[in-house]
């Protein structure tokens, strides 16, 4: 697991100096897909979908894919 943080913030480091636009663009969607994620989870009470888990995987999933990435992940929580 420390491998894969190391690779991913040297990934992101070399995205951040080489293009700060994009970096930028990619750390907003992963912070707008955690919140969507924390506002889906608050409404579940209210809706009969399952329940999602908020981490960096489907933070970034959701926030990369939007509403696909969304729908993905419920489906493989319904599904899995």
Do not use: D, E, H, Q
Not at 13 to 36: D, E, H, Q, T, V
Not at 37 to 63: D, E, H, Q, T
Not at 65 to 70: A, D, F, K
């Amino acid at each position: 697991m420390n491998l894969l943080i190391v690779f991913l913030g040297g990934l992101l480091l070399i995205l951040f100096f080489s293009n700060i636009k994009k970096a930028a663009n990619i750390l907003c969607r992963i912070i707008g897909g955690a919140f969507f994620l924390m506002l889906y989870n608050r409404l579940i009470p209210f809706i009969p979908l399952p329940l999602l888990g908020v981490n960096l995987i489907s933070s970034a999933v959701c926030g990369m894919l939007g509403i696909c990435g969304w729908v993905l992940l419920i489906l493989c929580r319904a599904f899995l």
